[in-house]
């Protein structure tokens, strides 16, 4: 079976004799053109640089132009399509920015198409012998030489025996210009040289159009600045950078703490003020040299997207056939009455090819330009607030925006961020390319109180900070290291909090301490019972109390915090209250001495209300809600007239019900009866029969006139007894705690 390797590299070692031993073809030089002189082109340092939380970066580049000059700044191909996005030039002097270009790669597959070799990026070495079939090759296998055309290349497999695997051999035909046709096996020692110098041009594209592809990721942006004299120039933009990590050090230092002179001190005094550090790993991936540049960590994420401005984009064309003229059929012709005509073929194909190529081409600009638009605003309001910030004054920044103005008249609006918190360091930094660093971003005075955490959801205690952001900055989410007297005392997470939030931090397991629930009692009672208007209102009670056993087994004095789950509805009725509560857990501080066993009690209260429509409640319905609500005895003799009502009520349906049973039954066998005397018609038995049937039919008769009757007086009877059982059921009006 034929194996082709796919890596390039193979293909190009196989292709490497070919092109050892070419000549290059004979060049004619052409004379040279006077070019007319370039303006000076410089490089625009990195001055400012803003990092954010979602990936993206705020770059700020400044310097000095004089006269008419080109500012070159490198990017990757990566970041050129942000930096197309959001990239705001300004002249504070006076100067016109005429500009911006870089150099475009057309994408390798275009590129390709363009030479006569039919070969893709990846071939082997069998596609390249292939693509070359019919030229002029020399080749020299051992002591065989042969010089003529390439007919082809086959790949022959040896089947495998017991002793030998299978082989595959490539050989080569060529036929000489004798006519002479030769197979030669093609190996390592195999020299094939092409004869053909304009075949060997073509190769030798294909291979440079490789090799550039690969050092294609480097793009020089060349902004163009004409002016007099000497000006400022800011140029600014955004591009994708890996994201910023804060980390956070707790330090203590404090080796008089008097909470530790006296063991049987309570807990809640060791309180302590604590050293916070705070750092950021930034890493700098774009490729330029960070040289004393003023950073800027925000931990905001504004919105963001990617679009391959940079890349040349191909639209697809639809292919319209050729038409030709029809020939003549033989045809058969529709009446005249026919009133429908077939359409024009031609004007139906014209009108299809407008609407495709036109409303295509126009979708496609303007929904790539729509939205590249939209974006390149988002990023000039966020170069103007960064470059207010710059300038640090209320004259500059009306220079500057006056300098903006007149360098470009960009079609965008501003807004302003407030919501995001920055740490803008006062020392200038320096990172080089493709390097990484730990920059301080915060040193300060925290109050903390060290306390051990228990919760049911995490029954393992846990050694934990309570701590208050006295600062007047925010604290990014990161991860924080507990040191304690010189020596590691633990780590863990910490989301944003925010200045004057205080926040449990969690760093370690406390294994002196130990809680279990030790009691639990749910209780469901009855609190109120009020009856208006015919309903009947129940207001319940819900209590449930669980007990926590608190053991502290240290040597000196333990605060612990219980977690309580919080439940929606559910009060806290219990002392202590809560130190804390959110919308998820109950907080409670509990104090115990060195080997002291310390009880919380928690009890919770949830109120409710069931209503039950009373003409709707049958009496056991009834008498089972009284009896579960332990309703006292007056309660129950002012519904009994209800009760009495009630049973007249039901009395009535089941008599209505018997009454309508026989009635049903009667008139079921009449109509068997009247079924029977129409099968006896023409029989000889006819005559006694139909007597003896209608003599039953006509006592039955007798029978329905009275049971109408006395249905007749129960529904008048059942209608008089709803409308009393009505009438008592509004008139009560009661209103009793159980």
Do not use: C
Request: hydrophobic share 35%; glycine share 6%; proline share 6%.
């Amino acid at each position: 079976m034929r194996k082709p390797s796919r890596l390039l590299s193979a293909a190009l070692l196989l292709a490497t004799p070919l092109l050892a031993q070419s000549t290059k073809p004979p060049t004619t030089p052409r004379p040279q053109k006077s070019q007319p002189k370039e303006a000076a082109t410089t490089q625009l340092p990195v001055t400012r640089v803003s990092l954010y939380k979602n990936g993206v970066g705020f770059f700020e580049h400044s310097g000095h132009v004089t006269g008419n000059q080109s500012i070159t700044i490198d990017f990757t191909s990566a970041q050129l399509n942000d930096v197309l996005q959001s990239l705001t030039a300004i002249d504070l002097n006076g100067g016109r920015i005429s500009g911006a270009g870089y150099n475009s790669t057309t994408p390798l597959e275009q590129q390709l198409k363009a030479l006569p070799l039919a070969l893709s990026e990846d071939p082997t070495s069998s596609d390249l012998y292939n693509a070359i079939r019919g030229a002029r090759v020399e080749v020299r296998s051992g002591g065989a030489s042969i010089t003529g055309r390439l007919l082809n290349i086959e790949i022959v497999t040896t089947p495998a025996t017991d002793n030998h695997p299978a082989t595959e051999k490539r050989l080569l035909t060529v036929i000489s210009e004798s006519g002479s046709v030769r197979t030669l096996e093609l190996t390592s020692t195999t020299d094939v040289r092409l004869l053909d110098p304009a075949l060997q041009t073509d190769v030798n594209r294909y291979l440079q159009l490789l090799a550039n592809n690969r050092s294609q990721g480097l793009r020089h942006l060349t902004l163009q600045d004409n002016g007099t004299g000497t000006r400022d120039l800011h140029v600014s933009y955004i591009s994708e950078v890996p994201i910023w990590k804060s980390t956070y050090r707790i330090l203590f230092t404090d080796k008089n703490d008097p909470a530790k002179k006296d063991p049987t001190k309570p807990a809640s005094t060791n309180k302590q003020t604590a050293t916070l550090q705070g750092w950021a790993v930034v890493d700098n991936t774009v490729g330029t040299d960070w040289v004393n540049v003023q950073l800027s960590l925000i931990a905001g994420a504004p919105q963001s997207f990617i679009q391959p401005l940079s890349q040349p984009i191909y639209s697809r064309r639809p292919e319209i056939p050729i038409a030709q003229e029809a020939q003549l059929t033989p045809q058969t012709h529709d009446s005249g009455d026919e009133m429908t005509a077939p359409q024009p073929i031609m004007a139906a194909k014209a009108q299809s090819f407008g609407m495709g190529s036109g409303s295509g081409l126009g979708a496609g600009v303007g929904g790539n330009t729509g939205g590249g638009a939209r974006h390149v605003g988002g990023g000039g309001s966020i170069g103007s607030v960064n470059q207010s910030v710059v300038l640090n004054s209320a004259a500059p920044m009306i220079a500057y925006e006056t300098a903006a103005a007149e360098s470009l008249v960009p079609q965008t609006t501003t807004n302003a961020f407030d919501d995001y918190f920055a740490y803008n360091l006062t020392d200038p930094v320096t990172i080089r390319k493709n390097e990484s660093a730990l920059v301080p971003i915060l040193q300060t005075k925290i109050d903390s109180e060290r306390v051990t955490l228990w919760s049911p959801s995490q029954p393992t205690p846990l050694r934990a900070l309570w701590i208050t952001n006295t600062s007047n900055l925010t604290l990014d989410r990161g991860s924080f290291s507990i040191v304690e007297n010189g020596n590691f005392g633990g780590e863990g997470l910490l989301d944003p909090i925010h200045p004057n939030e205080r926040r449990l931090l969690s760093y370690a397991a406390d294994q002196a301490v130990r809680v279990t629930a030790d009691y639990n009692h749910n209780t469901h009672h009855v609190d109120r019972i009020s009856i208006s208007k015919g309903v009947l209102r129940e207001t319940t009670l819900d209590v449930s109390e669980v007990e926590y056993l608190v053991h502290n087994a240290a040597p000196d004095a333990r605060t612990i915090i219980i977690e309580h789950a919080a439940r929606p509805g559910w009060t806290i009725d219990s002392d202590p209250a809560p130190v804390e509560s959110t919308p998820a857990i109950h907080r409670f501080r509990v104090e115990a001495a060195p080997n002291q066993t310390v009880r919380l009690h928690i009890g919770e209260r949830h109120p409710g209300t069931t209503i039950y429509r009373l003409t709707n409640t049958s009496d056991d319905q009834l008498a089972l809600i009284l009896r579960n609500a332990n309703a006292s005895p007056a309660l129950i003799q002012q519904l009994e007239p209800v009760f009495a009502a009630k049973r007249t009520l039901t009395d009535l349906d089941r008599q209505i019900k018997a009454k309508q049973a026989a009635i049903n039954s009667i008139t079921d066998d009449q109509k068997r009866l009247r079924e029977n005397m129409s099968a006896l018609k023409g029989s000889t038995e006819e005559r006694a029969l139909t007597t003896r049937y209608t003599n039953e039919l006509n006592q039955q008769e007798d029978k329905l006139a009275s049971l109408h009757k006395d249905l007749d007086t129960l529904n008048q009877q059942h209608q008089a007894a709803t409308e009393d059982l009505s009438n008592k059921i509004e008139s009560l009006n009661i209103d009793e705690k159980i």
